[in-house]
């Protein structure tokens, strides 16, 4: 199965800056990659799929860019709101799996 | 809007069974495969099974396979997953999932439903 690694475990920062996640493939993944958020208590919600295409709705501060094995989700602007546990997942194939999360924090 | 909510979760003993259920609505059912995803207490998500549109073809994860069933009635908008032998490792929140397509390995999990919680425990 595809191994999906994410760096780092946690990264703090502050409001209004920029936060930089990044996400590993173990193989390549073309770009089949979606990133989700998750906030304590509540479902994963959908923000990127495709590496870089938005899910209905995401504000623009929200991007995706990469290929292969190598991705990154970049929220610029960071609100109040923006701080939870993000996921990636590929979905090249079956197994689908995910990263183990990365909790962004205010510094 | 697409809901999806999430019942049949509780308590089993290991080596018991359970069967979960997942109602569908605001969009065309028939139309999209469907995914159960897990996420054990503290921490990460786990893929656990996909079925496709028509409920004709299915895939597992391998820490499920052969003990877990996953199911669909159309006709009620209802997705299922049969659990059984269950195992300590098992204990986790079940989300119900749907994809964005009708069953293909490059689509994506686009809804999610709110998470029914399964303990395995004696």
């Known amino acids: 199965e595809i191994v999906m690694t994410q760096s780092p475990a946690t990264l703090s920062v502050s409001l209004g800056e920029r936060a930089t996640l990044s996400c590993r493939a173990s193989?390549?993944?073309?770009?089949?990659l979606a990133w989700f958020q998750q906030k304590p208590g509540q479902a994963p919600r959908l923000l990127i799929h495709?590496?870089?295409t938005r899910a209905t709705g995401l504000p623009a501060r929200f991007s995706g860019s990469g290929s292969g094995t190598e991705f990154t989700l970049t929220i610029s602007g960071l609100q109040s709101e923006d701080f939870a546990v993000y996921f990636c997942?590929?979905?090249?194939?079956?197994?689908?799996?995910f990263g183990q999360g990365t909790k962004l924090e205010i510094k | 809007e697409v809901q999806l909510l999430e019942s049949g979760g509780g308590l089993a003993q290991p080596g018991g069974s359970l069967r979960l259920s997942c109602a569908a609505s605001?969009?065309?059912?028939?139309?999209?495969?469907m995914t159960w995803v897990r996420q054990a207490p503290g921490k990460g998500l786990e893929w656990v099974s996909i079925?496709?549109?028509?409920?004709?073809?299915?895939s597992y994860g391998d820490s499920v396979k052969g003990r877990f069933t996953i199911s669909r009635d159309n006709s009620k908008n209802m997705l299922y997953l049969q659990m059984d032998s269950l195992r300590a490792e098992d204990t986790a929140i079940y989300y119900c999932?749907?994809?964005?397509?009708?069953?293909?390995?490059?689509?994506?999990?686009?809804?999610w439903g709110q998470g029914v919680q399964v303990t395995v425990s004696s």
């Open positions: 079925i496709s549109g028509g409920g004709a073809a299915s």
């Open positions: 605001g969009f065309s059912f028939k139309n999209f495969a």
């Open positions: 997942q590929q979905h090249d194939d079956w197994p689908r799996t």
């Open positions: 999932a749907k994809e964005a397509s009708y069953y293909s390995r490059s689509a994506f999990i686009d809804s």
């Open positions: 495709g590496a870089s």
């Open positions: 193989q390549s993944i073309s770009s089949n």
